[in-house]
Structures are given as C-alpha cells and as structure tokens.
C-alpha cells in the first residue's frame, strides 16, 4: 500500500505543475479576494479539482466513472475537448467537437499498442469548429494499457501534451488504486472462504456427534440443538457480504456457543457484557467467531476443570472495544507472534491470524488484534472497532438488504 501511495504523491506534484501554468493563464488578481497570489489560488483550485474527480476513477474505468470525471479532468487541463476512452469503446466525449468522435476511435490503436503518447491535427470541413489539435495519452497500470485520455485544443501545444501526460498519469495512479481495492476485496473473499473450511470439519463432526447423542435420551433438546446448528452454518455460510454488524456476530456466537455448551456441559461457562449502543457497529463478516472457538480451544486444552471465557462490548467514543478473554492454558508470546506472521499455522492459529490480517485491511495498522497471554495464564484478546469507516457501513448494508 505504500508503494502506491508513493506513486500518488509522484503523480500529484506534476499534476500541480500543470496547475500552476494554468494558473497563470487564467488567474486574475482582482478575483482572488484573500485566497494570496495567483500560483497559490491556482493550487488550491487544481487539488480540489483533482479530488473532486479522483472518488469515481476509484471505481476502475467504466463508462459510468468516465462520465462522472471527464469534467473535472477536462478543468483540470483547462481544454475545449477532453474524452476518455477504453480499448474499443469512447466512454465518454466532454465539451465542444463531438463530430471528431470516429476520427479519434480510429487513432488509438497506435497508443493502445504501443503505450505511448500521440498528438495529430484533427480534420475538419467545420469552418467554425474550435478544435483542430489532439492529444491521446495512454492509460496504464502495472505496464498494461486500460484505456486513453484524449484532449482536444484549437491548435498545437507543446504543453499541452506534457499537461496532458501528467494528468493521464495521475488517473492511472487512480486506476492503480482501484485494482487494489478489487484484489484486497478477492484477498478477504477467499480469507473468509479459507474461514469457513476451517471451521466446518471439526466442528460440524463434533455437533452432529453431540446432536445424535441426544435423539433418543432427550429428543426436545436434539431438536434445539439442531436448530441451533442450522442457524449458526446459515448465518456462517451465506454467501453473500463481507460486512456484518456486531450485533448479527454476537448472535451466531450465542448459536456456537450453545452447541459448545451442549459438548462439555458444566466444564464450560461464559459470561457476556454487551453495551446495547454498540450492537449496530460494522465489522468485517466472521470476525469474532475465530477469536471465541479460539478460547474455547485453548480455554479448555490441557484442562481438567473448568473453564471460564468472558466476552465483552463497550462503547468507547469513537470505537467499540470487544474483548474476549480466558482462563486456560495460554501461549508462549513467542509461537504466538510466529503464528500472527504467518510462519506457522497450527490447529486454531489459522483464525487468529486471518481475523488480524482483515482488521489490519480494513481499518489499519493501528486496528490489529492486541493479545496478551503466557503459558498457563490464559489469553486475552483485545479488537478495538471503528463505529464508521468509509465504505465499511454501506458494505454492511448492502449486504444486508
């Protein structure tokens, strides 16, 4: 993520270059009030722009996305014409000259080819037409070619076409950033994929086994259970969403924790302290669950008596603050670091490490699981919550409806 926010930063200094010329060209003293001088007010005005057109371009090059930015790129260059364009397709044409649209499809195979930049003179039996000169510059990420930038001027310009490279670099950092976006939501798919094949072996064994047991000696609590069962493999299963609320984890962890509880009897107690103000804050989907079949493992493991897990929820101004906490046998803080970075992946270490490596994606550095254990004094595992996250809500609820 670094390297892209690097190139991003390489991407806006030229692009605020470009600024500054135009700027020049267009700035007036007498209108700029007490915004400072003309280079300052021509700063402002490109990284606003520059914003304002970057949120669509997040979401890849479509025809949508291209009709939503052209304006504000062609503002950016300040030029009379401005389109962009896929491999096949002009996605869409800004400003004046549209009758150049056939002229321009039939220039970009040499820069969809090649990669590299093209002006030539328009032809026009228009004699009023305000654009005679354009410039294609390609799009590219990771050295393949997405699509072009044209723009379109009254008459050649030297640097227009630097101008006009510098803003197509920037929407291919945008793009870059976009098929980052698509490959982090593929990576937390097949996480929660690999989530589900880990949790379905042994526990769905281990519950039908507990369920058959009671057909005969008690068939009323063999039908519980099995409704239990089916619940928490629905809600575990669904195949759609990767955003759930707290309130909805909690809920299947309340099935889980039931067929758990029906395996080791007495052995097994849980307490819950849940701040009802944090029930709707968004997470990512089978978040918590790892963490408690965690406990549940190693509060049990190693143990003849009993074992107490504690699962809590309060509200922390900004964030929730959920922590799961056991009396059992613990870990060395050493296998356990080994474990969250990936170097091993014992039974019951995979959900801990993919639970903090899709905190850290969604939220952060600053979001990773905290855990304190030690050997023979239980663990402790702290997830501190954001209650909004761009993106995140909307997720939920789309996954919800």
């Known amino acids: 993520m670094t390297g892209f926010l690097a190139g991003l930063c390489v991407a806006v200094l030229p692009l605020l270059a470009a600024g500054f010329w135009l700027g020049r060209r267009t700035a007036r003293p007498e209108s700029l009030g007490g915004l400072g001088t003309p280079v300052e007010h021509a700063t402002f005005e490109t990284l606003h722009t520059a914003s304002l057109a970057a949120p669509p ?22 030029t009379d014409a401005l389109c962009l364009t896929d491999h096949e397709n002009l996605l869409v044409w800004d400003g004046v000259g549209g009758h150049h649209r056939a002229e321009i499809l039939e220039r970009l195979a040499g820069p ?21 000169w354009a410039v294609i510059t390609p799009l590219t990420v990771d050295d393949r070619v997405h699509g072009t930038l044209v723009a379109c001027a009254p008459r050649e310009s030297a640097v227009l076409v630097r101008a006009a490279g510098e803003v197509a670099r920037w929407v291919s950092v945008q793009l870059e950033l976009a098929d980052l976006d698509r490959s982090r939501t593929r990576l937390i798919e097949a996480e929660i994929r ?3 094949a880990q949790i379905s072996p042994h526990f769905i064994f281990n519950s039908l086994a507990v369920i058959a047991s ?14 239990e069962f089916a619940d928490f493999t629905r809600y575990s299963f669904r195949r759609h969403g990767d955003f759930t609320t707290l309130a909805d984890e ?20 849980v307490t819950l302290q849940i701040a009802p103000e944090v ?61 969250l970075a990936g170097e091993l992946s014992p039974s019951g270490g995979i959900g801990l490490s993919n639970v903090d490596d ?11 699981l905290v855990i304190e254990t030690a050997v023979g004094a239980g663990m402790k595992i702290t997830a501190r919550l954001p209650k909004y996250q761009p993106g995140v809500h909307q997720a939920a609820r789309l996954a919800t409806d």
């Open 57 to 78: 371009l997040r979401a890849g090059l479509t025809e949508e996305t291209a009709r939503r930015s052209a304006r504000r790129l062609r503002t950016l260059l300040g």
């Open 358 to 368: 899709r905190l850290r994606q969604v939220y952060g550095d600053d979001h990773g």
């Open 214 to 227: 009671f057909v005969r000696t008690d068939p009323e609590r063999a039908r519980e259970l099995l409704l």
């Open 194 to 196: 690999a989530l589900r």
């Open 250 to 269: 909690l809920h299947a962890i309340d099935h889980y924790l039931a067929l758990v509880r029906a395996r080791f009897g007495d052995r097994l107690t």
């Open 112 to 132: 969809l080819d090649s990669g590299r930049g093209e002006a030539f003179r328009l032809h026009c039996e228009t004699p009023d037409c305000p654009v005679r």
């Open 279 to 339: 029930l709707p804050v968004t997470l990512p989907f089978l978040c918590l669950q790892p963490l408690v079949e965690n406990a549940v493992k190693h509060g049990l493991e190693g143990k003849t008596g009993t074992c107490h897990i504690q699962i809590t929820a309060q509200d922390a101004g900004a964030e929730a603050l959920v922590v799961i906490e056991d009396d059992g046998a613990g870990m060395d803080p050493a296998l356990l670091r080994r474990i």
